[in-house]
């Protein structure tokens, strides 16, 4: 939740942006343009980048998923057969006694602008939960989304914690 984050952000995906569009364009120089593209276009795909949903994968694999800030350092998931999974941040002990912040420290106009210097160069949506507490109104959920608007995100999920009598992820 930095000015300095959100620049880094922006870089970051500005840079994988720009491989992915060299990559293209140097495939279809050598095998030809995507069809659809259009006269003078040498770009071999359609789309080249998209930040998926990585849920499932960041816990197979111990990692955070994509864009998301940790949802707590320690945290309870509950999976879809009921089962109760204890995680925490994996690596925690190698932060030498710095404490991230997680999902729900972060004002949600941080998550939506982290969310926006991603979607800026990324030609799909970008999948990012903007985390809100329960005390969160309407009106604070209709300005998250205008946020998103403004900012040019093409999509955003906006989870109210407590919002549902059982949720996947809760803090212990």
Request: proline share 5%.
């Amino acid at each position: 939740d930095t000015e300095e984050a959100l620049r880094f952000g922006d870089q970051l995906m500005g840079f994988i942006d720009g491989v992915a569009a060299e990559e293209s364009w140097s495939l279809g120089a050598e095998k030809g343009a995507y069809p659809a593209a259009g006269p003078g276009v040498m770009h071999r795909n359609a789309t080249r980048t998209c930040i998926a949903p990585t849920g499932s994968i960041a816990l197979l694999a111990g990692c955070s998923s994509g864009i998301e800030p940790h949802y707590a350092l320690t945290w309870t998931r509950t999976m879809g057969d009921g089962t109760q999974l204890e995680e925490r941040i994996p690596v925690v002990e190698q932060l030498e006694g710095f404490t991230p912040k997680t999902a729900m420290e972060i004002d949600p106009s941080w998550h939506i602008r982290m969310q926006a210097a991603f979607q800026r160069h990324t030609d799909l949506a970008v999948s990012k939960t903007i985390n809100m507490p329960n005390v969160a109104k309407e009106e604070d959920i209709a300005s998250a989304y205008m946020l998103m608007w403004k900012l040019g995100c093409k999509g955003g999920t906006i989870y109210r914690d407590g919002c549902r009598e059982s949720q996947v992820l809760q803090t212990q």
